[in-house]
């Protein structure tokens, strides 16, 4: 089952991803997840993807088509997928069909977790994040079982750098300017299905199963 998550930065995107990977047991592929990553790593790409995301911005289609390339061509991925976080600009979303196209695969659906700008501001900045699995919390919300320790991996939670308001005004920007258009891309080809994502965490994830089985 090859799937993408869709929504705006906070929507729930990768708090559900963790679900998915173990119901269905196929990776999670996050672009942010492998930025970050990259960046901790200290690599040439990682340094410069970190003026765009400290920034609230997008990475350059170029870097971000090529990460998706290479991980798309791993083992892990011949049972199918989640992608999270990408694509996120019709550029991208055309360099997924036609990689896709060459390995003879194809998107089978497209979640989109609807949640208003108003609700996001409050769900990015009480986030703090498993500097481990990057599974995702929130103070209030959804709030790890032990302060501090992540429930998937015991891993410690920390507040991500890009998760201030200011930061999140930002990245709402570039969301409804350069990917929200995917919306309607994806609605075209009949795989896209709209989901309320202002639900309780469980009752999203029953939401998603009831559509993908
Ligand atoms: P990325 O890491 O993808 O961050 P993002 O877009 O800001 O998305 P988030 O991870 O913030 O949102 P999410 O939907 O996963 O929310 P979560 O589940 O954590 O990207 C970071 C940066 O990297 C970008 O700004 C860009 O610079 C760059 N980048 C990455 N991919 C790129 C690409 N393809 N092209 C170009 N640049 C790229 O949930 C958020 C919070 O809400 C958590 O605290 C969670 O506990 C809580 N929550 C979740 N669900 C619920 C619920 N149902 N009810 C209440 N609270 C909830």
Known sequence: MNIMLFGAPGAGKGTQAKFLIERYAIPQISTGDILRAAIVDGTEMGLEAKKYMDDGKLVPDSTIIGIIKDRLQKDDCKKGFIL???????????????????????????????VPDELIVGRITGRRVCKECGASFHVEFNPAKEEGKCDFCGGELITRKDDTAETVEKRLEAYHAQTAPLFKFYSE?????????????????????????
């Open 84 to 114: 999270d976080g990408f694509p996120r600009t019709i550029a991208q979303a055309e360099a997924l069909e036609e990689m896709m196209k060459d390995m003879g695969i194809s998107l089978d659906k497209v979640i989109s977790l609807n």
């Open 189 to 213: 080809k009949g795989i896209m299905v709209d989901l309320d994502g202002t639900k309780e965490v469980e009752e999203v994830t029953k939401d998603i199963i009831k559509v993908l089985g």
